[in-house]
């Protein structure tokens, strides 16, 4: 299956961005998705999951209560939306799709696809 992220860019500190991740197959709804960032000069991290349901999602610490994970499986896609914005979350964001479901969702070998990236930058 193949990923396309989308919606990153410039923001200001608080400020709000919405990340869309589309994926190119149906059988996207049967698939756990997160999301992951990677700054420059450090390892990707985790950020968000969502089970293929839609009924469980995990957060890092470091986004819970700013970040939320949704999908539309009509649309094939899963969205990360982004509020109250801080310079330490620029990073380039990247979607992946687990077909397994496997249970360790934060950690990036477990995904076997993954999007692009899309940069978000949030300046001070």
């Known amino acids: 299956v193949q990923l396309q992220a989308s919606g990153g860019g410039l923001v200001q500190a608080g400020g709000s961005l919405k990340l869309s991740c589309a994926a190119s197959?149906?059988?996207?709804?049967?698939?756990?998705m997160a999301w992951f960032r990677q700054a420059p000069g450090k390892e990707r991290e985790f950020v968000a999951h969502i089970s293929w349901s839609g009924g469980s999602t995990h957060y890092a610490d470091s986004v819970k209560g700013r970040f939320t994970i949704s999908r539309d499986d009509a649309k094939n896609t899963v969205y990360l939306r982004m509020s109250s914005l801080k310079p330490e979350d620029t990073a380039v964001y990247y979607c992946?799709?687990?077909?397994?479901?496997?249970?360790?969702?934060?950690?990036?070998?477990?995904?076997?696809?993954w999007g692009q990236g899309t940069l978000v930058t949030v300046s001070s």
């Open positions: 992946a799709a687990d077909p397994w479901g496997s249970s360790t969702y934060s950690q990036k070998e477990r995904y076997d696809y």
């Open positions: 197959r149906p059988t996207f709804a049967n698939y756990a």
